[in-house]
């Protein structure tokens, strides 16, 4: 996805499409060599660094046959797939998590609330 670039190193995220409506992000960064060689177009990665940030589940849970990305940054980060019932399901990655995170808050204060009256 998006990727940021210093003198030594170089960072993006990696997000891997699964089977059951899922995707996992990886965090990966590439430790470059400095200073660059001549005669080449850019730089060597010397070493890769990964590192797991999270997994992010569809509400549809039905196995998919067929995926692929479409965006290149997680607030455009689209997926079209195709599932074992031939339907075909686009996913807005990210604004998945986002609903999720606002589920979790509103059920997380509705029960402190009963909690509070008890």
């Known amino acids: 996805l998006h990727s ?18 899922q995707v996992v992000l990886y965090s990966l960064t590439f430790e470059l ?8 177009s850019g730089q060597a990665a010397l070493r ?4 797991y940030v999270d997994t992010i589940y569809s509400e549809n849970t039905s196995i ?3 995926l692929s990305f479409h965006g290149s ?8 797939a195709g599932d074992c019932f031939n339907h075909l399901l686009l996913w807005n990655v990210f604004e998945s ?22």
């Open 4 to 21: 940021s670039t210093s003198s030594s190193s170089s960072s993006c995220e990696l997000a891997i499409g699964m089977m059951h409506s």
């Open 33 to 40: 060599e400095s200073p660059p060689q001549p005669h080449t």
């Open 48 to 51: 890769l660094t990964h590192t």
């Open 64 to 66: 998919l046959y067929s």
């Open 73 to 80: 940054t997680r607030k455009d980060l689209m997926i079209a």
């Open 97 to 118: 998590i986002d609903e999720q995170k606002q589920s979790q808050t509103q059920t997380s204060s509705s029960a402190a609330g009963v909690n509070r009256h008890e």
